[in-house]
């Protein structure tokens, strides 16, 4: 995990905005957040707030139009595309709405996959997926194809892919959508238990009882974070403070 003295991730005046002239869409305005290695961030809104547009950009998947984003200290408008890739792929784990696992792969080849694509030894990789998957509890699930998974099963080979190797990054985008309540607990205490272990993690969610798991709440509308809590405070309260 990172152990410099940056944040994990920091957003300043982060604008983001599709289109131009006046049909143009301001997803994001001005989001200033900072997420501290061992740290877990729940992002909370109404639909179209700019939540999933906020992980992209913190992801390095969408790049902002105004403000800078900042990982492990490095500004992500000054790397080209390669750096972009490398740290996608070193520093930070992703979890989708839509998953993205690879059909014609097994769940463990899926997990093992950004390890073997930053040149990690097949076996040094594949031995850390194993790990990952026990990690969720599908170890037994190793060499089933997508296919052959239950939406809950799926979704937890997806989180271990994003939870596999030294992450020093975690974004979660509603992770628990696909799973029962039990599942989503086991996921989410999974997730918790990484950022406890010293990464920071970045979790969308419209849900208080799983913001709950997290450090601290920011509440988005029309793309401006307009409220937070921290430990004093619920993540029921912040909802009734600001809905």
């Known amino acids: ?36 290695p061992g740290e877990l961030v729940a992002v909370m809104g109404p639909s179209g707030s700019g939540k999933s547009t906020l992980l992209n950009v913190a992801g390095a998947l969408d790049a902002p139009t105004g403000g800078r984003v900042l990982i492990d200290g490095q500004e992500l408008s000054a790397l ?22 690879i059909p014609s792969l097994t769940a463990l080849e899926n997990v093992s996959l950004p390890l073997e694509l930053d040149g990690v030894a097949l076996r040094t990789a594949r031995a850390a997926a194993r790990a990952a998957l026990d990690k969720v509890r599908i170890p037994e699930l190793a060499d089933r194809f997508p296919e052959q998974l239950s939406g809950g099963q799926q979704q937890r080979a997806a989180i271990a892919r994003a939870l596999v190797g030294d992450r020093s990054l975690v974004l979660a985008d509603e992770p628990t959508g696909a799973l029962d309540s039990t599942t989503g607990e086991a996921v989410l205490r999974t997730l918790r238990q990484q950022c406890d272990d010293g990464a920071a993690g970045l979790l969308v969610t419209h849900e208080s009882r799983h913001a709950a798991w997290a450090d601290r709440v920011i509440f988005l509308r029309d793309g401006v974070v307009v409220d937070s809590t921290g430990d004093a405070a619920t993540p029921e309260s912040l909802l009734d403070r600001v809905v």
């Open 80 to 101: 080209g595309r390669k750096q972009l890739d490398r740290l996608r792929r070193r520093t930070m784990g992703f979890v989708f709405q839509d998953l993205n696992l």
């Open 1 to 36: 995990m990172s152990t410099t003295t940056h944040p994990a991730l920091l957003l300043d005046g982060v604008e983001r905005t599709h289109g131009t002239g006046p049909t143009a869409v301001h997803a994001l305005r001005g989001v200033s957040l900072a997420v501290e």
